[in-house]
């Protein structure tokens, strides 16, 4: 059994709705597993005790790529998350008529990258919500859950 956490930042509710559905494959699957919502975790050591840690973020800018509100915080904060040598994947939603299609993945698996993580998959970038991406959710999942065991 592996213990997951999924953090997420989401304003209208998109990153969140996409951050359950992992979690759940993984609960079927035997997995340990906490969907918390950036806005209400600690940054300081959050990735203690955890075999792989997922992060979803939506992008808010529109020249630059701005991070979700509440997940800029503990962006701001990833030095102290204690990620070295953590398993990690990187998910968002968002609109791909901006410039930067879910360009908040890029920017945080560049930090994670930096601070020593192992990614685990390419991110997952999906335009529009779950309802529109279910099969691409479920497929990611599914690879996820191929990665953590092998
Ligand atoms: C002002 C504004 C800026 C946005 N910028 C981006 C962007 O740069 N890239 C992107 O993919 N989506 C962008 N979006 C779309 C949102 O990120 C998208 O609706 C997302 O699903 C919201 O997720 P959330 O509800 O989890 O916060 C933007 C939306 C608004 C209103």
């Known amino acids: 059994m592996s213990r997951i956490l999924i953090v ?20 079927q699957a ?9 806005a209400n975790v600690t940054p300081a050591g959050l990735c203690a005790g955890r075999d792989a840690v997922l992060f979803g973020c939506s992008a ?8 979700q509100e509440d997940f800029e915080p503990l962006f701001e904060a990833f030095d102290k998350i204690g990620v070295k040598g953590v398993k990690v994947a990187v998910f968002a939603t968002g ?14 698996e560049a930090r994670l990258a930096e601070l020593g993580a192992v990614q685990l998959l390419e991110g997952l970038k999906l335009d529009g919500d779950l309802s529109a991406n279910q099969q691409e959710v479920a497929a ?4 996820l859950l191929a990665e953590l065991a092998g």
């Open 8 to 27: 997420y930042g989401s304003t209208t509710g998109n990153t969140a709705a996409v951050a359950e559905a992992p979690g759940e494959q993984f609960r």
């Open 30 to 38: 035997g997995h340990g597993v906490d969907v918390v919502d950036a």
């Open 60 to 67: 808010w800018g529109t020249d630059d790529v701005e991070l």
């Open 95 to 108: 609109d791909s008529s901006f410039e930067h299609f879910c360009g908040a993945v890029d920017v945080i």
């Open 140 to 143: 990611w999942g599914s690879r």
